[in-house]
Structures are given as C-alpha cells and as structure tokens.
C-alpha cells in the first residue's frame, strides 16, 4: 500500500511539473503584445505559470487515486489559462493607462495583478479643499476611457492626508476626496458598482510628515485597480 501510494504521488508531481512547464513554453511562445508591440512574457508567464501550479493541485486533490494524474494535467492547464489570462489583461490595460496619463503628474506603477495610480494632491485638490481642479478632471476622464473598454477590474479608490490638523479632521477630508475622485469616474461612465472609495486620515504615509515636501507626498489620492472573479 505504501509503494502504491508513493508511486502514485511521484506521477503525480511528474504531471504537475510537466504542465507547469508545458504552460512555461506555451505562454512564452507569444512574446510580443499585440495590442501594445511590448514585450509581455515575463508576467503572462509568471500569471500562468502560477495558475497551472494552483490548478494541477486543485485538480489531484479533487480527483480519485485513479485519476489524479489526469486531474492534475486538467486543473493545470485551466489554472494556466486563467492565470495567463489575468496577467495579459492587465498588462494591455496598464500600458493603456501609462499611455492616456503621460505627462499629467499621476504615476502608474504595477504591483502584481494590480495598477496603482497615484495622484498628488498638487495636481487634484487646493489646499485643505475638496473641490477636482480641472487637470484632474482631464486625467480621471482620461482614466474612464480606459476603464470603460477594461471593464473586468474593480476600482478601489483611497485618500490620504499628511499628519497636519487633528486625525478625525483628515480622515474627514481624505473620505470627501476619495469620493470626489469616485463620483467623477462614475459621471464619466464608470459603473458604480466597480467604484469604491475610502478615506484613510494620515495612515499609511509614504513620506516623512516632518517637512513640507515629505506631506505634500503623503497628500494624494490612490486608485488601486484590481482583477475582477469574472
């Protein structure tokens, strides 16, 4: 029972491995994006190499002793698929994003599956005020145009403040920003339902609170946009 069981669970490492890889070369085989001409391999090949590893183990522990090498190559392959997928989405809507922001003081950088762009408040909001100033507006309209064709990502839209003034006072006002910023990207076209704001005070600096120009870093609003299930 023992060496049957061994056995069995070395095919199924073999399959795992062997679809890991299959997915590797598979996904590697496209190298250019074509929507964007950009070299896009080393994240669709992380995303579905990834994928195929979570999918083969899904697929064994969901199958009999009989059929868990089969399961294993299944589930790798669809967890390959789905993994790529997200990556390559992701990617076009990023360089999109970069491309429609160039030049407007907004950021875009990547963090895994997720686009995070941020806006210093420099560019969208007075001081202590909480009215959009007009570049802001033509960078978020410009943010709504990409969104509205990549509509399988979730917006998640976060407002900060530096440490200046009583910590209710800035929670206060990074909420009111953040849902400036959301209620303008829904005006714009954005589902509602994709849009969430919050307000996070003078948590999460990314600047020193101790000088002028560390707080002006630290006051901003941050849309994260995260893959959606479906």
């Not at 979570?54 to 697929?59: E, M, P, R, Y």
């Not at 006072?169 to 303008?184: H, I």
């Not at 003078?202 to 560390?214: D, L, M």
Request: net charge positive.
């Amino acid at each position: 029972m023992q060496q049957y069981t061994s056995s069995n669970s070395r095919k199924w490492v073999r399959a795992i491995l062997l679809s890991s890889i299959t997915a590797m070369v598979a996904t590697g085989c496209t190298t250019v994006n074509p929507y964007t001409r950009e070299d896009q391999t080393a994240k669709s090949t992380s995303g579905a190499l990834i994928g195929a590893v979570a999918g083969a183990a899904i697929g064994v522990a969901s199958s009999s002793k009989s059929d868990r090498g089969k399961g294993a190559l299944i589930g790798a392959a669809s967890g390959a698929a789905l993994g790529g997928g997200i990556g390559y989405y992701m990617d076009v809507q990023e360089t999109k994003l970069r491309q429609q922001l160039e030049s407007t003081g907004i950021s875009v950088t990547r963090n895994g599956d997720q686009i995070v762009l941020n806006m210093p408040n420099a560019i969208t909001f007075g001081v202590d005020q909480s009215n959009l100033s007009k570049q802001a507006m033509d960078a978020l309209h410009n943010v709504a145009l990409v969104v509205n064709e990549y509509d399988k990502t979730q917006l998640n839209i976060y407002g900060f403040t530096d440490s200046t003034g009583s910590e209710s006072y800035n929670l206060r006002l990074s909420q009111v920003r953040a849902s400036e910023v959301s209620n303008y990207l829904v005006r714009s076209g954005v589902a509602a339902k994709r849009v969430l704001a919050k307000g996070m005070g003078e948590a999460h600096p990314i600047a020193s609170n101790a000088n002028e120009q560390g707080r002006s870093q630290n006051r901003r609003v941050e849309i994260v946009l995260s893959p959606t299930a479906s």
